[in-house]
């Protein structure tokens, strides 16, 4: 069902200038390696998670981001605070873990009204021969969206062991994976959303996916297929496969 487009003052095309990261979790899928440090400083490849996050957003032109922390929160602080090339804010969460949609709307102060990226701190991706945040931007369009995610492909997808999350129609308006069959893109991680449709956001904690889901009802979610490859780092495990990835793509 169609619904009330949602006004953006950014235009269309144009890169977000600030970005969010979601660096609160628990991260209890990668212990041991969790147990006194958190996810996002995991290294890969001799780099964190978040440094590589951090790394994409600045090559797509993002300026400010704004990073959520709870487990470990002293270590992030640290870590960010050594960035020369983006303004970093945080987003504290260490009394309450809000989730990601409860983190988000704890950060919208600092975030603005324009539309802004937001990652995940355990995914990043080799780059294909464009970067795939400058592609998402380029495809941007307030009119028709409210939120666009990076899908990426299940063949091109490194550490994701899955059904897939949506399909795809040749617009690029997407579906949820309907129970029990399989759908050939899953969520890597990445997205443009406007903040907007914060505005009637539950308080506490809440997954971004409610928003998933009120945007499908009113046809305004979109997706992009990443070129490249998607390295999902969730498990100890994954690490080596990343870095296998990563050796093969630089032979």
């Known amino acids: 069902m169609k619904n009330t487009t949602i006004v ?28 006194n440090k958190p996810k996002p400083l995991i290294k890969v490849q001799g780099k964190t998670l ?7 957003l600045a090559q797509a032109g993002v300026e400010e981001v704004v990073i959520n922390v709870h487990y470990h929160a002293d270590q992030i602080e640290e870590h960010v605070a050594t960035r020369k090339n983006l303004k970093i804010t945080i987003s504290d969460e260490r009394d309450e873990l ?10 919208l102060p600092k975030l603005g009204k ?6 995940n701190a355990d995914s990043f991706w080799i780059e294909g021969f464009q970067p795939n945040l400058t592609r998402m931007a380029k495809q ?26 949506f399909d795809m129609d040749a617009d690029g308006r997407l579906t949820r994976r309907c ?14 959303i406007n903040p907007a449709i914060f505005k009637t956001a539950p308080k506490g904690a809440f997954s971004i996916n409610q928003q998933f889901d009120e945007a499908i009802e009113k046809e305004r979610l979109f997706g992009m ?3 490249g490859l998607w390295l999902h780092v969730g498990t100890p495990e994954a690490i080596c496969e990343a870095e296998e990835a990563i050796a093969m793509s630089a032979a």
Not at 15 to 35: I, Q, S, Y
Not at 50 to 56: I, K, R, S, V, Y
Not at 98 to 107: E, Q, T
Not at 179 to 192: C, D, H, Q, S
């Open 50 to 56: 978040l440094d590589h996050g951090l790394d994409a």
């Open 140 to 165: 941007w369009n307030a009119d028709s969206m409210d939120i666009m995610l990076l899908l990426s492909g299940m063949a091109n997808a490194i550490g994701f062991n899955s059904k897939g999350d």
């Open 179 to 192: 129970e029990g069959l399989v759908t050939p893109f899953g969520y890597a991680g990445a997205a443009i």
């Open 225 to 227: 297929r990443l070129e």
């Open 114 to 119: 324009n539309p802004f990226y937001l990652i």
């Open 8 to 35: 953006s003052s950014i235009s269309n095309g144009s890169a977000p200038k600030k970005a969010m990261v979601l660096a609160a979790g628990l991260g209890k899928r990668m212990r041991p390696l969790t147990e």
């Open 98 to 107: 809000l989730d990601s949609g409860g983190g988000i709307v704890k950060a």
